[in-house]
């Protein structure tokens, strides 16, 4: 929770509306700390102890899931020690500290959920929970149908021999090729490192669905948040097919 005025944080509670938490504050019913506050303007954290007549009073953290379509050109941190821009950058008007779940590289676009739940995040990264991504990758050249085989098998990344995975063409250009590939994993860059693997180094990645969420429509840069039957299915999600047609 960040720091905000009083009678917001009773407003917040549920104590009373933020014009009755000001009144109550004026007749010095409020406790912060122990000591009584009857003046408005004092902010509060959750590191302080509210009181109203000497009962404690909390707010619970608000969950808040959103997803980002992150463009191109950005780190997914809050902060980045060289000045880029972080993704962050695209979230305005949310005053809860969020926190992306996973990462997409610098140079990989697309569907990125935020959150302040943790217990989501582990949900959704964690390779046990087997949550599927699908990205569009172009690449340079075309692999055969042998090396697209052995990407679906798993193939050595460098110390990691990575899970099957779907993976197919979905267009050929004259000097590269675009697929889809969709994985259960969250190596560090592990799609540019499997198409590496078989020498297809990737031109352009975007990631278009987690778990079944797509973009669907929602713009570079923009940002919304999850409905809460999105919600409901992404943390019920059991593995539900994509369109990709396994072999
Ligand atoms: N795989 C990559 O190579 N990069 C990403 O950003 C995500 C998955």
């Not at 063409?169 to 540019?192: D, F, M, P, Y």
Request: aromatic share 6%.
């Amino acid at each position: 929770m960040s720091e905000m005025r009083l009678q917001k944080f009773l407003a917040l509670a549920g104590v009373a509306s933020r014009r009755k938490s000001e009144e109550l504050i004026l007749q010095g019913r409020v406790q912060i700390n122990g000591k009584t506050v009857s003046e408005l303007g004092v902010k509060v954290t959750d590191k302080d102890l509210v009181e109203l007549d000497g009962k404690k009073i909390t707010v619970e953290d608000q969950k808040i899931y959103i997803m980002l379509n992150k463009p191109e050109g950005c780190v997914t941190t809050a902060k980045d020690q060289f000045g880029r821009p972080t993704v962050m950058d695209f979230i305005e008007g949310i005053d809860e500290r969020l926190y992306p779940v996973g990462r997409l590289d610098y140079h990989t676009s697309g569907l990125l959920l935020l959150t302040n739940d943790g217990e989501f995040t582990h949900l959704m990264t964690h390779p046990s929970h087997e949550i599927e991504k699908v990205y569009v990758a172009e690449v340079e050249g075309c692999p055969d149908e042998k090396e697209i085989d052995m990407l679906r098998k798993g193939v050595d990344i460098g110390g990691f021999v990575t899970s099957p995975a779907k993976v197919e063409i979905t267009e050929k250009k004259k000097n590269s090729c675009i697929l889809k590939i969709a994985i259960h994993e969250g190596k560090n860059r592990q799609v540019r490192r499997m198409f590496e693997s078989v020498g297809y180094p990737v031109i352009k990645l975007e990631r278009t669905s987690i778990g079944g969420l797509k973009l669907e429509g929602l713009e570079k840069g923009r940002w919304r948040h999850l409905n809460n039957e999105e919600i409901k299915y992404l943390t019920h999600y059991s593995g539900k097919p994509t369109d990709l047609k396994p072999r």
